[in-house]
Structures are given as C-alpha cells and as structure tokens.
C-alpha cells in the first residue's frame, strides 16, 4: 500500500473514514507504528510503508470512566482499554458495548468505526472503536 501519502496522523484518520484501521511498517525490521511515524524507532529506518490492520483483537486492559471531559459526557459511563492487534500493536480506545460488566480482560473485540466528530472544539476527525464480536 505503499501509494499512500507520507504517514502523519491526519492520513491515519483519512484512513479511518475510509473505515480502514491503517499502520505503518519499517521495511528493513518489519516493526509496526501505531500512530504512523516516518522514521522506525526500532532501527531508525527511514523506509516504511502502510499497512492494512486486521479487524480483530483482544483486551488487554480497561476502566470504567464515570466523569468524563464534556465532549464525552453524553456517552458516560463509558469503558476506555488497549486492545492488542493480531500484528501485536496494542491501541488505546473506546470500548463500546451495551453491558460495561459484561467486559472481561481477554475477550476478542473488533474494530469498527464512526462518522466524523460533529463537535466545534474537538477534532473533525472519524474515529476508530472496538466492540464485542458479533
């Protein structure tokens, strides 16, 4: 995939309306970037190319959060994790299920994703998520 645009956060959101969970990997030590980075801080290659994650991961931690800044308010309470990537990338995210105790450190999620923000004062940028598998 290596037709894309140099790797900056704004390609990675690009990305995610695109509903794609995209990272980046060095070529020479084949280490995946979640953000995107240019240059590996692996082996400091500057040789890295996109790549199309998978959709499914597992939970490898989360919290429940109760009080929450106000452009999330309306969605309190609400689960935040890391999930791990098949390719081993752990992500921060929003985890969304309609049971908060129903979430369990292990369990397989997958990745899916919203329209852009309609907030004024937060980025317009579409967002990744990870739900229960279906």
Request: hydrophobic content about 35%.
């Amino acid at each position: 995939m290596s037709e894309l645009p140099p790797p900056t956060i704004e390609e990675f959101y690009r990305q995610c309306a695109d509903r794609k969970l995209m990272a980046v990997r060095c070529v020479r030590c084949k280490h995946i970037m979640v953000p995107p980075r240019a240059i590996c801080p692996k082996c400091r290659s500057s040789r890295v190319e996109w790549v199309q994650l998978g959709t499914q991961g597992k939970l490898v931690t989360y919290t429940i959060v109760h009080v929450s800044p106000p452009q999330f308010k309306h969605m309190t309470p609400y689960a935040v994790g890391i999930v791990e990537m098949e390719e081993g990338v752990k992500l921060p995210s929003i985890i969304r299920t309609s049971r908060l105790e129903s979430l369990k450190i292990g369990m397989e999620l997958e990745v899916d994703f919203s329209p852009k923000s309609q907030e004024t004062s937060w980025p317009h940028w579409p967002r990744y998520f990870f739900k229960e598998t279906e």
